[in-house]
């Protein structure tokens, strides 16, 4: 039995690792997309990127994958939690693969290519109607996806799974919900506590300099630049190329420290975990993420809980002044932390204070499910957006690009991810509690420049499992507790109101 | 059967788009090794790579594809030339791929994509023996690949094959013979009519000012920004990753304008003839390069025979002084032409004035010949390549960054490529002389900056055509005459001795 089980198991192992090897480069000429590809080269790129997708479809849904699928869930072996842990991922993945025709994972990887394209060049003159026929398109293949992997359930739920397995919307919504309750009285109380006496960043922050700054503040917190690299593009993101090539991808605007500064950080936090990951287990779950949720909770607790403390600036605050000299010589300390922790409502998602935020979270949720269910054409999508702005946040962006343009995950045919960034917020913020209790005043570290024991805690406690255990497990065995809003709105609480009072 | 033709011709065309599909994944790949790649990426990329190169190989080698083949050659229609060049063109292909195991094609790109990393880590230390153990290796895998492809024939004549299609070394042996004759006379009056007094052009080049001006002068010669990239890399080159996205890589070094100048005017030229083939051809033999020697008379041309050349400098001279005022402020256009046409035996190829320079290529194509027929050890290949420039050239590299380990050729696996510098030096010369006929005096047109009318008939002449006529074809076409050494002969007498008299 338990050799017929290591036979079935190592072939499996295999072609897991030959579909990853085959997406790694698919995600290698996404990352050049991102940061090099000539103008001209868009549509040749859009068939590179078809044709990987169909040779990655090809091997997801060999009906051999499925028979070596069924013989290890047959004969595995008792005490084997890795093993049955990649099992069930990789038959979740199988069972997706087989419900998708090719012809729509070419159009998808062709399409998305393209919509890229043109929502840079729209974004650039600001106009969505250069962007909305192929939001249309990206729209109604994302349909077509989820019905077909929704097995008639819940199509936000299909897409959901494609960034965090096995989630629900029903069961997310109550946590958003009691979240969103709190978040009325919360951004009340810190408006008032912020007052209105804003202090300006906007000074001289030549760009070389930003990037400087950014790059020798993600060594320090353990980015690892002999196994990866950081650029700029048109939007900050992270990607894992394979083991030894994680690649972060940020943004800098001259006069605007904040900006590039946490963009990279947030980034830094995405590429601590992958750099956290087993580098040997490397195309298969276990050395995979184990969610986008739990991804985003590293990189917003980077940006935020962290990067927004009193420790972090009391240590690189002084760098900062050296380095940018003299454009923050007349700002001491306190009064940098209060320009960074102030509360405002904007119209920029990236850039929003840490309360705000997760409103404009909330906002993208419900037009990207109303998109999908067919309740919001693409073309209305503009109206639509400011509708809710105004609603919600009391503001009207000036035009697309400050409003339904700035983000570029739907040109990239990402539906169901932006649940992840709130998920990825409730999760930094119960993390970080923990990390408190069992490492102590954290500011008092920071203050002294160190950031080892934290980023030791998360290796331990979240990177170096991957996917052989599941998001809700590591949060429990690291924190004591299911996964709640409490945290957030606790830390919210001290950080914007009660500190600021 | 004008039907039966149409619909096996049809699908022949799809499978060779898409194994070109591929090819174009794995050349961005090897593009990002050069310009991108995290020293700890490696070994993943070399996984990448080796994946490629089986799944390319897998298609190349489908009995479908012979069956496509047979079918389309029995009944091939008269008067369809392209389609018969085509189906030449994939039939070598195909009887090629079908002698490689996939094996060795995994092994070959695995171990290519490490020993280049290895070499450029030997190259930093200016030590060999770091990188002995590779070439070994990589000599192994081509010597087994010449082999297989051989069929009991020329072992050199199976790699040449890779570059250029059909060559045989005992075809091309008399015209570098006969180049080899001329040769000496040449350097020795070359010499004496350069004389003693160097001008020095060691002079204050900043790094971002050579870059701005040679991409300046790249798009005055017709290199379109917009469908393709410029970028610095360990190592020059051009590559076609698709229609719409060629890429040059070139380096610049402080203090030195012409090493930089000149690589990025070699790149220029392979980059025009790459823009200059027929983009709906893509993926067919009609829609590449007819053969490297071609290839590399495009760029010997535009490096030397345009580049080196007093009208060129009369129109750009005044820019580069402004460029790089005040460093070449005391230098006129005469002292500098001197300074740019001197003889002078070096140990560096790609530095090597144009007499010397085939003298450098002929020395490579002896040693590679040995290390593949076993006559030369890779560990003994610094001894060999020592004694070769002493009594070749009279000079001895002080090490072996200067030596043997100055070109990345070998490290990449590829051998028989040398000879079609040489190669394209012969058509280069050929080909100018016809365009100096067809198109009146050069010099005159290049001192007003007008590049069009050569870059047009170069478009004309060669570029456009792709496979669909041979190198042979089209030089006899262009000039009225098969290749021959003379044109060469008579342009360098002219440059370096007659008009230095």
Redesign the interface.
């Known amino acids: 039995m338990e050799e017929r089980f290591e036979r079935a198991y190592r072939e499996l192992i295999v072609r897991a690792k030959?579909i990853a090897?085959?997406s790694?480069?698919a995600l290698?000429?996404g990352w050049?997309e991102e940061t090099?590809?000539?103008?001209?080269?868009?549509?040749?790129?859009g068939?590179?990127q078809a044709?990987?997708a169909g040779?990655e479809h090809y091997r997801a849904i060999d009906p051999h994958l499925g028979e070596l699928l069924a013989e290890c869930d047959a004969s595995l072996p008792e005490g084997r939690p890795i093993e049955a842990a990649n099992l069930k991922e990789l038959r979740r993945r199988y069972e997706r693969a087989t419900r998708l025709p090719r012809s729509l994972v070419e159009a998808l990887a062709r399409t998305a290519t393209l919509s890229q394209d043109a929502w840079l060049a729209a974004k650039e003159v600001r106009r969505f109607s250069d962007f909305a026929p192929w939001l249309e398109q990206v729209v109604a293949l994302k349909r077509e996806e989820a019905q077909a992997l929704s097995a008639g359930g819940e199509l936000y739920d299909a897409l959901l799974g494609n960034y965090e397995p096995n989630a629900r919307w029903s069961e997310l919504a109550p946590l958003f919900e009691a979240l969103d309750q709190a978040l009325g009285p919360l951004l009340s109380a810190g408006l008032a506590a912020s007052g209105q006496d804003a202090i300006s960043l906007q000074r001289n922050f030549p760009f070389d300099r930003q990037r400087a700054f950014s790059v020798e503040v993600a060594e320090r917190l353990g980015f690892?630049?002999?196994?990866?690299?950081i650029?700029t593009a048109a939007h900050p993101s992270t990607m894992l190329?394979?083991?030894?090539?994680c690649r972060i991808t940020t943004w800098f605007r001259k006069d605007d420290l904040l900006d590039g500064f946490y963009s990279t950080l947030h980034e830094v936090g995405h590429g601590l975990y992958d750099q956290g990951l087993d580098p040997e287990a490397?195309g298969t779950p276990a050395g995979e993420a184990a969610s986008l949720g739990l991804h985003e909770s590293q990189s917003r607790m980077f940006e935020n809980l962290i990067g927004r403390s009193r420790g972090f600036w009391t240590y690189f605050y002084p760098r900062a002044k050296t380095v940018f000299a003299p454009a923050l010589d007349d700002l001491q300390l306190d009064g940098f932390l209060s320009a960074i922790q102030r509360v405002a409502p904007g119209p920029i998602r990236f850039r929003a204070d840490e309360i705000t935020y997760n409103i404009h979270i909330l906002i993208r949720v419900e037009l990207e499910r109303a998109l999908l269910e067919g309740r919001l054409e693409a073309r209305d999508l503009p109206a639509a957006w400011r509708e809710a702005y105004r609603t919600r946040l009391g503001i009207v962006p000036a035009d697309d690009a400050e409003g339904c343009l700035q983000d570029g995950h739907w040109a990239s045919a990402m539906f169901g991810y932006f649940p992840t960034y709130t998920i990825g917020n409730l999760i930094a913020a119960q993390l970080y509690q923990a990390a408190r209790r069992d490492l102590g005043n954290l500011d008092q570290l920071f203050a002294k420049g160190e950031f080892v024991p934290l980023v030791e805690w998360l290796r331990d406690r979240i990177h170096r499992h991957g996917f052989a255990r599941t998001p809700a497990d590591l949060v429990q065995a690291a924190t004591g507790h299911p996964l709640s809003h409490e945290a957030l709105v606790l830390h919210l609480h001290e950080r914007y109101v009660l500190h600021r009072a």
């Open positions: 030959e090897l085959i790694s480069c290698l000429l050049d090099n590809l000539p103008r001209g080269g868009a549509r040749h790129r068939e590179q044709l990987l040779l690892n630049l002999s196994q990866g690299r650029d190329i394979g083991p030894g090539d490397f």
